[in-house]
T-cell receptor
Framework: DAGVIQSPRHEVTEMGQEVTLRCKLI?????LFWYRQTMMRGLELLIY????????DSGMPEDRFSAKMPNASFSTLKIQPSEPRDSAVYFC????????????FGQGTRLTVV | SQKIEQNSEALNIQEGKTATLTCNYT??????LQWYRQDPGRGPVFLLL?????KEKRKERLKVTFDTTLKQSLFHITASQPADSATYLC????????????FGGGTRLMVKP
C-alpha cells in the first residue's frame, strides 16, 4: 500500500477562492482525521470520520470549512471562501478503529492564501 | 478544558546523551497515550503506544513512561544520534473512547554531533 495520499502537495490561491484538498485512505482503514498545523497552534484536529460518517466536527473553525467522505477510501476538505488566516499545512490521517491503533499520516498539503 | 502540553522550547543535547521529553495533560482520563515523530515537511510517524495500565514501554533506544496520577508521560531516547533530531509529539484520545486523537504542540529535539 502506498500509504495515505494527499493532493495537492502545495496550493497557492487568492483570498476568496474555493480550495479543495483531497485524501485517499489506506485500504481497509475505517477512520479518517483531518488536521491543520501551524507554528502558533500546532496540530489541530478539525474533523473525525468513522465508517464514512462524521463523528465530531467541533474542530472545524467556521462554516467556510466542510469535509466529506463520498466513499470509504476518499475524503475532501473544502474551504470556501478562503482567507489568508487559513494558510497552514493540512494533514489527513487514517487508522483502524480496532485496538487503539496508530494513525498513518499523509505528506500534507501546504496551503497559502494570498 | 482538555489540554496536552509539551515544552515548546527546543531541546538541545549532545550526541550520546539521553534526551527526555515531557507530555503533561489535564482533564483527560486516557486509556492510552501515543508518541509520534515529525520531520520537516512530512507528516507525523507513529513511534510507541503505552496503555494506562503500563508504567513503561521500550522499543530499541526509546523508552516511554506513563504516570496517570501525575498525568504525565516521559519519552526518552538513549544514546541519542544526530538522526534523532526531529519534533516529537504526544497524542491522546479526546473522548477517552480510543478513537479521536488529539496532539500536543510537540517538542523539537536537536542532537549535536
Amino acid at each position: 500500500d502506498a500509504g495515505v495520499i494527499q493532493s495537492p502537495r502545495h496550493e497557492v490561491t487568492e483570498m476568496g477562492q474555493e480550495v479543495t484538498l483531497r485524501c485517499k485512505l489506506i485500504s481497509g482503514h475505517n477512520s479518517l482525521f483531518w488536521y491543520r498545523q501551524t507554528m502558533m497552534r500546532g496540530l489541530e484536529l478539525l474533523i473525525y470520520f468513522n465508517n464514512n460518517v462524521p463523528i465530531d466536527d467541533s474542530g472545524m473553525p467556521e462554516d467556510r470549512f466542510s469535509a466529506k467522505m463520498p466513499n470509504a477510501s476518499f475524503s475532501t476538505l473544502k474551504i470556501q471562501p478562503s482567507e489568508p488566516r487559513d494558510s497552514a499545512v493540512y494533514f489527513c490521517a487514517s487508522r483502524n478503529t480496532g485496538d487503539w491503533t496508530e494513525a498513518f499520516f499523509g505528506q500534507g498539503t501546504r496551503l497559502t492564501v494570498v | 478544558s482538555q489540554k496536552i502540553e509539551q515544552n515548546s522550547e527546543a531541546l538541545n543535547i549532545q550526541e550520546g546523551k539521553t534526551a527526555t521529553l515531557t507530555c503533561n495533560y489535564t482533564n483527560y482520563s486516557p486509556a492510552y497515550l501515543q508518541w509520534y515523530r515529525q520531520d520537516p515537511g512530512r507528516g507525523p510517524v507513529f513511534l510507541l503506544l503505552i496503555r494506562e495500565n503500563e508504567k513503561e514501554k521500550r522499543k530499541e533506544r526509546l523508552k516511554v513512561t506513563f504516570d496517570t496520577t501525575l498525568k504525565q508521560s516521559l519519552f526518552h531516547i538513549t544514546a541519542s544520534q544526530p538522526a534523532d533530531s526531529a519534533t516529537y509529539l504526544c497524542a491522546l484520545a479526546r473522548n477517552n473512547a480510543g478513537n479521536m486523537l488529539t496532539f500536543g504542540g510537540g517538542t523539537r529535539l536537536m542532537v549535536k554531533p
